[in-house]
């Protein structure tokens, strides 16, 4: 693993959006997350928690007219920072999966952080979450697939409850970045080729 101390801080600002993220993957516990969609806050708080990074993410956007633009641009951020913090990624795991139940629900995340970015999204949901439709979540994870550089595959083996089958499949992708990302890969970039991506 590089000695670096592995952070990265991004911001973004548009006609819809304004948000901010810092990753701190050697973290402490400290996530503080307010976008503005309390639904959304609380996952994203999850993949933070089971990630065992500390995260910031601030900002808001034009809510009065979807819930779209602010969930897309989150992942987008959150994403930025998370690849700037691993940097070369140079010593990590890379490969990880995992699975998280809530009560009736259960769902298993499998991840490559290669620089490979693909999202396989097999979770059919219809209807809101508190102020969130349920639909716009494949933003986030397409958005966050394609700026961390990963590859995200997200299965919902069984559930019912909306609430329920999204903060699972959260938190199984918390736990699986967490190992992803930690120490434990071959020395040097991760890959037969000599290169990510």
Do not use: C
Request: net charge positive; charged share 25%.
């Amino acid at each position: 693993m590089s000695s670096k101390v592995r952070r990265g801080e991004v911001a973004r600002k548009s006609k819809e959006t304004r948000l901010a993220a810092k990753v701190v993957l050697a973290g402490r516990g400290r996530i503080k997350v307010a976008t503005g969609l309390p639904f959304l806050d609380h996952m994203i708080e999850q993949v933070a928690r089971y990630g065992g990074f500390d995260l910031t993410l601030r900002g808001s956007g034009d809510l009065q007219v979807d819930t779209h633009h602010l969930v897309e641009d989150a992942g987008i951020v959150v994403g930025q920072a998370l690849s700037l913090a691993l940097g070369d990624r140079a010593g990590i795991k890379r490969f990880a999966s995992a699975y998280a139940p809530l009560d009736e629900s259960l769902a298993r995340v499998v991840i490559d952080l290669g620089k490979r970015p693909f999202l396989s999204y097999n979770v059919t949901l219809r209807g809101r979450i508190g102020t969130l439709e349920s639909e716009v979540i494949e933003e986030f994870w397409r958005a966050l697939s394609l700026h961390l550089g990963a590859t995200i595959h997200v299965d919902v083996i069984r559930g019912r409850n909306r609430h329920h089958i999204v903060e699972a499949t959260f938190k199984a992708f918390g736990l699986a970045l967490r190992d992803a990302m930690s120490p434990g890969g071959p020395a040097g970039v991760p890959s037969s080729k000599g290169l990510l991506g």
